[in-house]
């Protein structure tokens, strides 16, 4: 008896949870979960600590040379008149000694590497934002669109029952009959089309967020639009693929400074001991010092036009770099007209249209329920109604996507 108890709690408690709405997602969470949990992210963050690590191994010598073997040791030794003839035995040691001014500017070329892939990882975070936003946009918007279908639904299925009750009497035509039912079995097949939409939108708001338990998106959202300065200064600033392309710019400044500190001399040291065969001979060394010259005139070529093919691609990038940013400089412009006519036109249809229409619809619904109006008016005044509240629908849709597109830009 008691473990039939702790059962049915168990049950009932299972069907409790099952019943609790699921919880809504906030708007503005999306941006810290994406920052904190995509794998992405995370990536781009390990590449940047990866070329730290070899702009360090940059700075590191390479290592001595230690060796040893024979030093003129002759073929026979019947024809030797003295000792020193016998020849020696060898040790030596060298070292390469870099000039620190390559291995500076090295260093400072293979740093700035992890300064751009933290760009980079700037630049994905924000195409990531604004992919989530988009889904959650379009969620909501096929939820609202589904929500105003339902509502047709009820009108339809009330119209199309009190119809059947009117025909036996000969109050109603079987073709607006048989109209209204096959717009009922349309717009149920709308409602579902709009909650699959919903389905894959949140299932792809799933996997962007690494969202494993139940949500329910904010059917109020709506993005504020924000105008933001466009002139070509504050949009250098703000837009990250034309700070991505200066960047670029420095990093080949860096590169072309590298190449031209391989002027610089390196040195190499070496040290010699010899131990005689003839113990009548002394032990000796030898010390020697090398220098490398790149300037001579067969080496000096390679790094001129090295560093002039290296200043042809800072012109490419100085033009790549203007071009895009007068193209988002005309897109944000466009887009802010096209948000300035999209709210105009959504406000004529909230304002307007749609109550006129609504208002339209409630006279014609009154007049048929009074038998003064027949049925293919009054599903004409439905239609026109609900489709003008879809439309509104996908009005706002395209306004809040254009909204959003317009932060992308501007990377807020």
Not at 220 to 239: C, E, H, K, M, R
């Amino acid at each position: 008896m008691r473990y039939r108890l702790l059962v049915i709690f168990l049950i009932v408690t299972l069907q409790r949870l099952n019943a609790q709405p699921a919880p809504v997602l906030p708007p503005d969470s999306m941006l810290p979960r994406i920052t904190r949990s995509h794998l992405l992210l995370q990536a781009y963050a390990m590449s940047a600590q990866a070329y730290r690590w070899r702009a360090h191994s940059a700075l590191a010598w390479a290592p001595p040379v230690v060796g040893a073997g024979t030093f003129m040791i002759p073929w026979s030794a019947r024809r030797v008149y003295n000792d020193i003839a016998l020849g020696s035995r060898i040790v030596q040691a060298e070292q390469a000694i870099p000039h620190p001014a390559k291995l500076r500017s090295r260093y400072q070329y293979l740093a700035f590497e992890a300064n751009m892939a933290l760009t980079a990882q700037t630049i994905a975070l924000n195409r990531l934002h604004y992919s989530a936003r988009q889904q959650y946009i379009r969620h909501v918007a096929a939820l609202q669109k589904a929500a105003a279908l339902r509502r047709q639904e009820q009108v339809l299925s009330f119209i199309h029952q009190v119809a059947l009750a009117r025909l036996p009497y000969r109050q109603a035509q079987v073709a607006a009959v048989s109209t209204a039912a096959a717009r009922l079995t349309a717009v149920s097949d709308d409602i579902r089309t709009q909650e699959s939409l919903a389905a894959g939108t949140r299932a792809r708001l799933s996997s962007l967020l690494y969202l494993t338990g139940p949500f329910t998106t904010d059917s109020s959202y709506t993005p504020a639009f924000t105008p933001g300065n466009t002139d070509t200064v504050s949009l250098a600033q703000a837009n990250k693929q034309v700070y991505q392309l200066e960047e670029a710019i420095r990093w080949r400044y860096l590169e072309q400074k590298a190449v031209r500190q391989e002027h610089r001399p390196d040195f190499n040291i070496g040290f010699y001991q010899f131990f005689p065969v003839s113990p009548l001979v002394p032990n000796n060394f030898n010390i020697m010092v090398g220098i490398r010259i790149p300037l001579a005139p067969w080496a000096a070529g390679y790094y001129r036009r090295k560093t002039q093919a290296i200043g042809t691609d800072i012109a490419a990038l100085a033009q790549q770099r203007s071009a895009l940013l007068q193209q988002t400089q005309v897109r944000l412009t466009v887009l802010e007209q096209d948000i300035r006519i999209q709210q105009q036109r959504i406000y004529g249809i909230t304002e307007k249209i749609l109550p006129a229409l609504q208002h339209a619809l409630e006279a014609d619904m009154a007049r048929y329920q009074e038998n003064r109006l027949d049925l293919a008016t009054v599903l004409r005044s439905l239609e026109a109604a609900c489709a003008m509240e879809v439309q509104l629908c996908d009005y706002r849709q395209q306004l809040y996507e254009m909204i959003i597109a317009y932060d992308q830009l501007l990377y807020r």
